[in-house]
Each structure stands twice: as C-alpha cells, then as structure tokens.
C-alpha cells in the first residue's frame, strides 16, 4: 500500500478524519489529503514539538496557516482544537501522522483512527 492510499483509504475513508498527511521527523510530506495545504516547515515545528511541548504550548499548532490551541501532548500523540476543529498527532518511529477532524466526530473517534493506523506502522517498522 502506498503512503496516499494510508491516508486516503484509512484515514479519510474513515469518516472521522476530514483532512490529513503522513510525513517523516524532517517535515518532509509523504501523502496528504486534497486539499490540505501543510508545509514542511510547519510539520518540523510539530515534530520538534513532541520533544519540547513548551514550543507547542507557547506557539500552538500550526497547520495549513491555522493556529490550532495546544491542548496535551505526549512523546508520541499531540492534541489541538480550534473552534469546532480538532487536530490528533502520532509519532512513529519513522512517520508523523496528522488528521484533522471536525464536529460531530469526537475527539476520541479521530484518535481511534490515528492511533490504530500509527500502531500499525510502528508494527510494520515505520
């Protein structure tokens, strides 16, 4: 399977993620959605931000040019919000996967989807 259809067909398709991407620890973009206009330099910033929350907590979440709240995080999962949108981060061992979802899907329901397809990479050495 390819890096697009990881974001197309388990992502997406989910209908809890309305826009994501897969990218290594350098930023560098791998798949994303259509649409989903995320940089390099914004996806470094938020790896960088799984070490060092506080360049989170103090900077929020920037992604596609929007400032999302930093909500919690851990070494491995950052969460955001903005408004009635919500971000849910996962940190492999290779890649970083990003979803972005809105209301009514619940913040649990993305992660759900995030986090299976990230166990599934880490299982598959990604």
Same mark, same amino acid.
């Given at each position: 399977?390819s ?5 197309d067909n388990?992502?997406i ?5 309305s826009?994501?991407?897969i #990218? $290594?620890h +350098?930023g560098? !973009?791998?798949?994303k959605?259509?649409?989903?206009? *995320? ?8 790896v ?10 103090s ?5 596609a040019g ?5 909500? #919690? $995080?851990? +070494?491995?999962? !950052?969460?955001a919000?903005?408004?009635k949108v919500? *971000?849910?981060?996962?940190k492999t061992q290779?890649?970083?996967i990003?979803?972005?979802?809105e209301e ?9 989807v995030?986090?299976?397809l990230g166990d599934?990479?880490i299982?598959?050495?990604?």
């Amino acid at each position: 399977m390819s890096w697009q259809d990881y974001v197309d067909n388990q992502l997406i398709a989910s209908q809890c993620v309305s826009k994501a991407c897969i #990218s $290594g620890h +350098d930023g560098g !973009i791998w798949a994303k959605s259509e649409g989903f206009e *995320v940089t390099k330099e914004e996806l470094a910033k938020l790896v960088q931000g799984f070490d060092k929350t506080e360049i989170l907590t103090s900077g929020g979440v920037t992604l596609a040019g929007q400032r999302h709240i930093y909500l #919690s $995080g851990t +070494d491995r999962v !950052i969460r955001a919000k903005l408004g009635k949108v919500g *971000v849910h981060c996962m940190k492999t061992q290779q890649a970083v996967i990003v979803a972005i979802y809105e209301e009514p899907v619940q913040p649990q329901q993305a992660a759900s989807v995030v986090e299976k397809l990230g166990d599934y990479l880490i299982t598959c050495g990604y």
